[in-house]
């Protein structure tokens, strides 16, 4: 009998969300040995070993996360936001400081970065924001402020670490959440002017001079070949000497003669994309895109407002790190050292997106198990 209610649950379970990202963490891990096999550094040519781990057990996180029930999540929503954001101050008062910036929270036996989980916690936070006041409505500038105010307050606190581009993620976030809420047209026209306003403003007065540089090179990478502009340069040589089928598997010119600094993090698709050409990059992006479509269908085949809105909110946390990744590292976009989902080498970014598979299961799992 116990059999039997295994299988049945074993076949009520949405297992898509892992497996796809299954799929493309195998193909990462092969990838981050191959960048990184030929390194002098000895901590570099063993990091694939510790990102299965780290995959293992944010899987884990993920698939426990996957029975909490979606009502669950709605009563503790604003929880978790304000807790995370109290994380947020804390770094800035006592955080660890690494590569220049205040980031992260040392416990002693693991460090963690909040800002990786607040954007996990803006999506619960503004879903049930958005279930709860006027659901049925069309999202005009009255129903904006309140969202607007959830998410500056977080996204202010991680610019100061410094890390602008988590907090320009959580902008995006919430750009995609009104979208999906359908937002009016004079409000998208007064979003549009707000925004390239505030862009002028914050690159004359908010932006260090490294971060200015990063938008100066990308205009013209050409300007500081073997400065700010190297890595750019170097990353759009590797994509492009793959070719159509690739070098082959850790054959990669870049990475191998450390012509591609980061090459384990933020440049990954640069090293796929040499060694396994444009059919390579096509069979990854598919599989990104499949991924998209699942969280898109989702959506709208759920019992309410919060869980598709959440749904929606996930996807767009995905979302956003493979155009921004990918676009950086192809020249399309200035580079802000975003990970590419389950692709790139990291911890905390790894265990986000671990809880976001966790959470978007649980939506799913609520209508055939719960």
Not at 46 to 62: N, R, V
Request: aromatic share 16%.
């Amino acid at each position: 009998m116990k059999a039997e209610k295994i299988i049945s649950f074993l076949k009520r379970y949405d297992f898509t969300f892992f497996g796809i990202a299954s799929i493309i963490f195998i193909l990462g891990v092969f990838n981050l040995y191959s960048a990184t096999h030929a390194s002098s550094n000895l901590r570099l040519v063993s990091i694939y070993k510790t990102q299965i781990f780290k995959y293992l057990f944010s899987i884990s996180a993920g698939f426990l996360i996957s029975f909490i029930r979606p009502k669950t999540l709605f009563r503790f929503s604003y929880f978790i936001y304000f807790l995370n954001s109290v994380m947020l101050v804390i770094v800035l008062l006592l955080g660890h400081i690494g590569m220049g910036a205040r980031r992260w929270l040392n416990l002693g036996f693991v460090k963690i970065q909040p800002s990786e989980f607040m954007k996990v916690s803006l999506v619960l936070a503004l879903a049930r924001w958005f279930a709860k006041n006027g659901a049925d409505k069309d999202v005009g500038f009255k129903e904006l402020i309140i969202p607007s105010i959830i998410t500056i307050i977080p996204m202010v606190l991680i610019v100061l670490e410094p890390d602008l581009g988590t907090g320009l993620i959580l902008i995006l976030i919430l750009l995609i959440m009104v979208f999906y809420r359908k937002l009016k047209w004079k409000t998208l026209g007064f979003i549009a002017t707000f925004g390239l306003i505030s862009g002028v403003v914050l690159y004359k007065f908010g932006l260090k001079d490294y971060q200015k540089k990063r938008v100066l090179t990308f205009l013209d990478p050409g300007a500081d070949t073997k400065g700010s502009g190297y890595n750019a340069i170097q990353s759009k040589i590797a994509i492009g000497s793959g070719r159509f089928v690739g070098k082959g598997y850790s054959k990669s010119t870049q990475a191998s003669l450390r012509y591609l600094p980061e090459n384990h993090t933020d440049f990954v698709f640069s090293v796929f994309s040499e060694e396994h050409g444009f059919i390579g990059a096509t069979i990854l992006i598919i599989l990104y895109l499949i991924f998209f479509q699942r969280f898109i269908w989702l959506s709208s085949n759920v019992d309410s407002m919060y869980e598709s809105i959440i749904t929606i909110g996930l996807m767009s946390i995905f979302f956003w790190h493979v155009i921004i990744n990918m676009g950086m590292v192809m020249g399309l976009l200035p580079i802000v050292g975003l990970p590419l989902p389950f692709f790139s080498y990291g911890g905390s970014s790894l265990f986000t997106f671990g809880i976001c598979c966790g959470l978007v299961t649980s939506v799913s799992n609520a209508r055939k198990i719960f």
